[in-house]
């Protein structure tokens, strides 16, 4: 049949590497890299995650279309961040004329 | 009769669990990918809102973030990880053994994953009853030290919420498996047709890697400064 058959070999290598990347993600949350923590911690989680899809999911063997539909999904999930981030972080930018009464209670909330 | 015969040898290899609405297993297995990918995605999308407002609250209350963090046990949470990871291996070798044809390794290798998930839940069970014990549960009882309890509260809020949600899904991937043991069990899958133990495969790497995101955003918020 067409499923790809993956060595054993390939599936401990992914496994000790998301082993590894486990305790590096562990160890770099208490060193202070100021505002850098989270991306790292976002970024090895991003790595590990690509990791399980490629070959444990066999996502680097499957059908360009399989792989269009996955790609899809996050990007879409990227859009749903990215769009939602830049109504509410740029919310305070607004400037309101004299007169113009008080800025809407959600620019104040916080 | 000898015609027949060469007639069904010259159409291909006709396995019984080929549905009649495709011409070849090459076929049946690469829309059985597709549809599992295409439920993923809405998955994705399903656990996509929750990420999105805990990113958002964490701007909004980093401090708080902080403080609810450390409430957690890295130590449970790290455990956890490594099980989790370890019952995507066995699934993975659960896979491989379905593909290549050994449906005692297959059993084995799912009941590994089972017991790795059950090990999983009871944990989280462990970690709930610590949070209830402390009343941080939100909610009318909930009781927190410190200058930000009630933006804790939203953090600790999204914590159950998200952890919930998960364990949720691995209670029904618990499910999904025991159903899939006790088909390989009763020997119904072959090297030609194991689509069921792949699309199950799929599901349980995709809750692991829910978790892989869930462990740092939610245990190793801020543990440097």
């Given at each position: 049949m067409s499923g790809h058959v993956s060595p054993k070999t390939v599936s401990y290598t992914i496994f000790a590497s998301l082993m590894v990347l486990t305790g590096i993600t562990v160890a770099v949350a208490?060193?202070?890299?100021?505002?850098l923590n989270f991306p790292v911690a976002l970024s090895i989680a991003i790595v590990k995650a690509t990791l399980v899809i490629l070959f444990f999911m066999h996502v680097k063997y499957s059908s360009r279309l399989t792989k269009l539909v996955v790609a899809t999904g996050f990007f879409f999930l990227l859009i749903l961040f990215t769009l939602t981030m830049t109504d509410y972080l740029s919310r305070g930018w607004l400037t309101y004329p004299v007169g113009a009464g008080a800025p809407p209670a959600a620019t104040q909330a916080h | 009769m000898s015609d027949s015969a060469s007639a069904e040898a010259s159409a291909g290899r006709h396995h019984a669990a080929l549905q009649h609405q495709f011409d070849t297993m090459e076929q049946q297995q690469e829309s059985a990918t597709l549809g599992m990918w295409v439920f993923l995605v809405t998955e994705v999308m399903f656990f996509g809102g929750l990420f999105m407002a805990y990113l958002l609250y964490r701007v909004w209350y980093p401090a708080a973030w902080a403080d609810g963090s450390r409430e957690l046990d890295i130590l449970l949470g790290g455990v956890n990880t490594v099980v989790l990871i370890g019952s995507s291996l066995t699934m993975a070798l659960a896979v491989r053994a379905a593909q290549t044809g050994f449906p005692r390794a297959t059993v084995n290798w799912l009941l590994a994953t089972m017991a790795l998930g059950g090990v999983f839940l009871v944990i989280k069970v462990f970690e709930y009853a610590h949070k209830v014990e402390l009343n941080?549960?939100?909610?009318?009882?909930f009781v927190f030290e410190g200058p930000h309890a009630r933006q804790v509260e939203i953090f600790l809020s999204l914590y159950f919420a998200m952890t919930g949600l998960h364990a949720l899904h691995m209670v029904i991937g618990f499910g999904l498996l025991s159903v899939i043991a006790w088909m390989a069990y009763k020997r119904k899958f072959s090297p030609e047709w194991y689509a069921p133990v792949e699309m199950s495969g799929l599901y349980w790497h995709f809750v692991d890697i829910v978790w892989i995101f869930l462990f740092p955003l939610l245990y190793l918020v801020d543990r440097a400064h």
């Open positions: 208490f060193i202070n890299l100021g505002p | 941080h549960v939100p909610g009318p009882n």
